[in-house]
């Protein structure tokens, strides 16, 4: 488990992973960053009281370091990824470990079902959950078992993992999507394990949610750019979305400013994308089967998440992220 700055939330993650039933061996490895909360105080309380939790460190933060000192530390030829926000069900390694010998896969991952505590994470929870706010990946919505694209955390073959040189240190976000792109061009296979379900808590604000998002944003148009476009093409939507909202905004500033016919025909052009897009909003918000106080807040929470991730995916496309903590999302 990489840990940087998670006081609020490491010792429920802890506590599910001790909490595990039908393994054999099992040892817990905590890879700290540079917290500058109470992290490594609650961390360290938890250690002197479980010896198998193991210390690790990280004073770089990135999680793709993280992850690759972890997996080289590993006594075991299975690793499962951890996230600090996660809750895993008792059963999690246990069946996660069977399906994965199962299916003969070197990744294997189950659904990440996120689940607020307040109106406003559960607006983020839904928006996880739904095409409508991540775009429908089968580890957010849910799906069959099978291959798939990429895997959430991720449960490791160790040795296929090391074959490819681990994850790659240069990436801040997006790291697990590359991690698994590699697995399979190698002739792995990743797959979806539906009987794995993780609670996530999603970001607690306004300004977490937006910095949490523009930061995805800016490492997937930073591996959009690096592949030359080589990626599923809902990581396009939001970008697009973006593009089409500021030629609608220029075209009714620069109508209202001519005055003309031409100018009003323009105006009128460029309100389209946003009627379109905050009519939907607004339809998606009314349909969502929530409580009022979360469908109210939806109809802020998906323009914040589409739009942060919109903006940064485009920032990321042309210019390069210039360091690996380079908009962590923190």
Same mark, same amino acid.
């Given at each position: 488990?990489?840990?940087?700055? /998670? ?5 429920? *993650? ?22 500058? $909360?109470?992290? $490594?105080?609650?961390? $360290?309380?938890?250690? *002197? @009281? ?28 299975? !690793?499962? &990824? ?8 008792? /059963? ?51 799906? /069959?078992?099978?291959? @798939? /694209? ?7 073959? &160790? ?18 999507? $590359? ?38 944003? &800016? ?14 093409? &809902? ?7 973006? !593009? ?7 075209? !009714? ?28 909003? *607004?339809?998606?918000? !009314?349909? *969502? ?42």
């Amino acid at each position: 488990m990489p840990v940087l700055n /998670e006081e609020h939330y490491v010792e429920a *993650a802890v506590t599910s992973i001790l909490d595990q039933e039908g393994l054999d061996a099992r040892e817990i490895l905590l890879v700290l960053g540079a917290s500058t $909360d109470a992290t $490594d105080a609650v961390v $360290d309380r938890l250690a *002197a @009281a479980h010896s198998e939790i193991r210390i690790l460190r990280n004073p770089h933060n990135a999680i793709s370091q993280s992850m690759n000192i972890g997996i080289a530390a590993a006594r075991y030829p299975v !690793v499962v &990824r951890v996230d600090a926000h996660a809750v895993l069900p008792s /059963e999690y390694g246990a069946v996660a470990l069977r399906s994965l010998r199962a299916a003969g896969a070197v990744n294997l991952g189950g659904r990440m079902r996120a689940e607020g505590r307040t109106p406003f994470e559960g607006a983020v929870a839904w928006g996880y959950n739904s095409p409508g706010g991540l775009g429908g990946a089968i580890y957010h919505t849910g799906g /069959e078992a099978g291959p @798939a /694209e990429s895997a959430y955390l991720g449960v490791f073959d &160790r040795e296929a993992v090391l074959a490819i040189g681990g994850f790659d240190e240069t990436l801040s976000r997006g790291e697990d999507w $590359d991690l698994n792109r590699r697995l399979i061009e190698r002739g792995g296979v990743v797959w979806f394990e539906p009987a794995l379900e993780v609670v996530y808590r999603p970001r607690s604000s306004w300004q977490a949610l937006a910095k949490q998002f523009h930061a995805s944003g &800016r490492w997937r148009g930073e591996i959009i750019r690096r592949l030359g476009g080589r990626v599923p093409m &809902r990581y396009f939507v939001p970008p697009a979305l973006v !593009v089409a909202l500021a030629i609608g905004l220029l075209l !009714v500033i620069g109508g209202a400013a001519f005055g003309t016919v031409i100018g009003n025909v323009a105006a009128a052009l460029g309100t389209l994308p946003w009627i379109v897009y905050l009519a939907w909003v *607004a339809i998606t918000a !009314v349909r *969502a089967a929530v409580p009022g106080a979360v469908r109210a807040r939806l109809l802020g929470v998906l323009p914040v998440m589409h739009l942060s991730w919109g903006a940064g995916c485009l920032l990321g496309i042309v210019m390069p992220n210039k360091g690996h903590n380079a908009f962590a999302g923190r």
